[in-house]
């Protein structure tokens, strides 16, 4: 038996991970091309496959029969090949938004929801809405009677919907709205899952928000998936479990704190250890420049070097499954910390004043000066930080004290 994923561009798939958490059948990716697809949908060898973009629609009408959410939605991410070999189409999405829902603490019934887009994501979650008797749907796209242009009048939405691709890897840090435009809503949910925190869930957040990204909605539709697969009945309580570890692997460890702290040693040891690849921004920063940070503040000044360092940290922060080791006062900015929290899980290293290095570091020069830039900082590493790790003068120890905190988040 054979089951796996159809779609046209995999390669950064999260599914395979995913099904393996659930059951021990054996998992594969099809990438396929459109005039593939009739070899593929008759392909006997293949007992059951999930569908992504963009052949969702192509999949429903190559079924033979379809369940009812299927049919109500008007498009399959779920196929099962029955022994007589017809195709059985179903849509575990709505499932999966629901659970979305469910994990950010909403209920649609009697709410006015606004949807922006209009594409196949759009219909899943309208399909849901309706069902589950929200008082107003408003379908927001680029060009019809309900668009960007006259949002103004939807203000009172209680719940907003993201169906878009907007704010998606490698377009981080665009947002299809503005939270301004709109009194508070009681919910958020963007459907996108990389980044981990969209632009539009970070504004979500820092006005106080319940919000939620795809992530829990791609982990809980492959339950369903995973049931028709494997022929056993597997509990919804699976879910949650799945979708922390998953969280877990995604994430990226984001190490600030003071010059001298021991970011870099404690980063290269947490990358051997979490298999995460290592990011450190001022090495990213003394590469693109071709010399060192202190020659660089010498020739250049610190504004030159912060805007370099601004460009590393916007690209470290994209990636996922890092260990980024960031500049001491890389985190002053919000745009930085913006770019640092998509993705991450920040843990300041402190470390005594005292203790901390001063050679070769420009804005480090006595411990008079030290103990400014710690005043200045502190109350940013304080806020910024989820984890707080003392250093201990064996690198060793600190980064156990690290992975004791990001295995307990």
Known sequence: MQFGLLGRSLAHSLSPQIHRCFGDY??????????????????????????????????????????????????????????????????????????????????????????LGS????????????????????????????????L??????????????????????????????????EAVLDLIYNPMETALLRQARERGIPHGNGLAMLVAQALPAARLFSGRQLSDDLIEPVIRKIEAQQQNIVLIGMPGCGKSTVGRL???????????????????????????????????????????????????????????????????????????????????VSALPRDGRPLSKDEAAVRRLMEERQPIYESFADHVVDVSDDPHITTERVIACVCSY
């Not at 029969?65 to 099962?80: M, Q």
Request: aromatic letters at 8%.
């Open 270 to 352: 947490l990358a051997e250890r979490t298999g995460k690849a290592l990011l450190d921004t001022d090495a990213m920063v003394e590469a693109a420049a071709g010399c060192t940070i202190p020659a660089l503040f010498a020739a250049k000044g610190e504004a030159f070097f912060r805007d370099r360092e601004a460009q590393a940290v916007l690209e470290a922060g994209k990636q996922l499954r890092r260990v980024i080791a960031t500049g001491g006062g890389s985190i002053l900015k919000k745009e930085n910390r913006d770019a640092l929290r998509q993705n991450g899980v920040a843990v300041w290293l402190r470390r005594d």
């Open 152 to 185: 103004g009048r939807h203000r009172d939405a209680q719940i907003l919907v993201n169906a878009t691709p907007v704010g998606m890897f490698p377009a981080n840090g665009l947002s299809p709205v503005s939270l301004d435009g709109f009194d508070r809503p």
């Open 26 to 115: 054996p998992y594969a990716l099809f990438p396929r091309e459109p005039e593939e697809l009739p070899a593929f949908f008759a392909d006997d060898t293949i007992s059951g496959f999930n569908v992504t973009i963009p052949y969702k629609i192509d999949a429903f009408r190559a079924c033979d029969a379809l369940s009812e959410t299927a049919r109500a939605v008007g498009a399959v991410n779920t196929v099962i090949r029955r022994p007589d070999g017809t195709l059985f189409g179903d849509n575990t999405d709505a499932f999966g938004f629901r659970c979305l829902a469910k994990r950010v603490g909403v209920s649609f019934a009697g709410k006015k929801v606004l949807v």
């Open 119 to 150: 594409g196949g994501a759009s219909r899943t979650v309208q399909a849901v809405l309706h069902a589950d008797g929200a008082a107003q749907v408003i379908v927001v796209s680029r060009t019809g009677e309900e668009n960007y242009q006259n």
